[in-house]
């Protein structure tokens, strides 16, 4: 690096990168205000919009239960969007790995608690999932400066699952379509229990290897 601005020698400091992706240079340019980060926000905004949706007049008006669906619909695409673009694009900021896991679980965990208001979903099943999400969230900032647990197919199935039967669950559903969303939603249950379980086995082996690294690196240099 030179120290002198791309645009002040003349350039525009981005280099068009093979297959239509950014360059470099155009990377390094990530911030706050970046695709990733804008999905993320638009996600946070549509929970409160999600909810008022979701309980207006009572709960059991089928057309704001539609309503409701789609904003969740549309958070859950986002939620799909925002990572792949950060991830592809290297658009990582400190913003975005606060916020995008508040988000999810701020949308994932008003539409659980507001169902179970509504009397249409046992709170045994919100406390279930929403015990699960935090408690992994809390064992993240435990075992985070030993290492990165990566997502598992689990993982990815149990949010796809969960995403679904919710989905079902805030449409006015009746009949055979009802019975369905009590087994999507049985699958999810299963699958978020599964994977905790999962993910603590994974922390602690982390954890233990970490731990040992550090004595074995202690001693070396004493």
């Not at 155009?26 to 905004?45: C, E, G, H, K, P």
């Not at 229990?193 to 993910?199: A, R, S």
């Not at 922390?203 to 970490?210: M, S």
Request: charged share 15%.
């Amino acid at each position: 690096m030179t120290g002198v601005p791309a645009s002040a020698a003349g350039g525009t400091g981005r280099t068009p990168a093979p297959g239509g992706k950014l360059g470099a240079a155009a990377v390094n340019q990530a911030s706050l205000w970046n695709i990733a980060n804008i999905l993320t926000m638009i996600r946070l905004v549509l929970v409160p919009g999600f909810v008022m949706l979701l309980l207006a007049d009572g709960g059991y008006d089928p057309a704001m239960r539609a309503w409701a669906w789609a904003a969740f619909a549309v958070a859950m695409i986002t939620d799909i969007f925002d990572g792949h673009l950060a991830r592809t694009y290297n658009l990582v900021t400190d913003f975005g790995k606060i916020a995008d896991p508040i988000a999810d679980k701020a949308i994932m965990g008003s539409a659980l608690v507001c169902l179970s208001l509504l009397g249409d979903l046992p709170w045994w099943v919100t406390g279930v999932i929403l015990f699960r999400e935090l408690g992994i969230t809390l064992m993240r900032f435990w075992v985070i400066r030993h290492g990165v647990i990566p997502a598992s197919r689990g993982g990815k199935l149990k949010t796809l699952a969960q995403g679904t039967a919710t989905g079902m669950y805030v449409l006015a559903l009746t009949g055979p379509l009802a019975t369905l969303r009590f087994w999507v939603m049985a699958l999810a249950v299963v699958l978020t229990v599964v994977t905790g379980l999962d993910y603590v086995r994974q922390a602690v082996v982390l954890r233990r290897k970490g731990l040992a690294a550090q004595r074995e690196a202690a001693g070396s240099a004493l």
